[in-house]
Structure formats: C-alpha cells, structure tokens
C-alpha cells in the first residue's frame, strides 16, 4: 500500500476512539476528540506521531530503522517530542498512533 493508504488505514482502526482524520499545514493529520493533532503524514510518506520524550515508546521509535526527531524548519530544531517514522515502517504506525492519542497534551 502506499503511504497515503496506509496512513488512512491507521485513521480508519481509530476512529472508534473519536479520532478523526484533517489536516495539519497541509498535510493529513490525526486529531483527537478535542481536536489536536497527535500524528500527521509527511509529503515524503513518513509519518510523525506525538510520543513525549522520555516515555518508552518515544525510546522504541527512535529504534527503528530510518527514525528521527521531527525538525519541521529543516534547521536543527528538533521539536523533541515528535518522532518521524518512516514508510518502511508502517506496520508500527498504529500501535505509535494509538501510543500518541494516549499520552497527555
């Protein structure tokens, strides 16, 4: 599937939880049932999920292969609490998104 399928895929097992898929600067975005953005697709088919630093599943993203910290700016400014997972990894976007929407904002 492509990412964009993928992505919707993850919206569509969620969406029993009041989450709803929208937009965030353009891009598709998972928002809770307040309404924030707790994960978001990237135009390269990564996807960006919420996890707080310093929790267990923010460390286990990082793991995986193509991982990264979220600089939005492309200038090293890292927004620390958001983790970029790749495509190459989308049979773990669920499980991070379902980790994303559980953790306090």
């Known amino acids: 599937m492509s990412a964009e399928e993928d992505f919707q895929q993850v919206g569509a097992e969620l969406a029993d939880l009041g989450v709803r898929i929208s937009t965030m600067m353009g891009n598709p975005a998972l928002k809770d049932q307040a309404g924030k953005v707790f994960a978001s697709?990237?135009?390269d088919g990564a996807?960006?999920?919420r996890l707080v630093r310093d929790t267990t599943e923010?460390?286990?993203a990082l793991q995986l292969a193509g991982a990264s910290?979220?600089?939005?700016?492309g200038l090293g400014r890292e927004m620390k609490d958001w983790v970029v997972v790749p495509h190459s990894?989308?049979?773990k976007w669920t499980d991070l998104a379902e980790a994303a929407?559980?953790?306090p904002r």
């Open 69 to 73: 910290l979220f600089d939005p700016s």
């Open 58 to 60: 923010h460390a286990a």
């Open 101 to 103: 929407l559980s953790r």
């Open 89 to 91: 990894s989308a049979d």
């Open 47 to 49: 996807m960006v999920f």
């Open 41 to 43: 697709l990237e135009r």
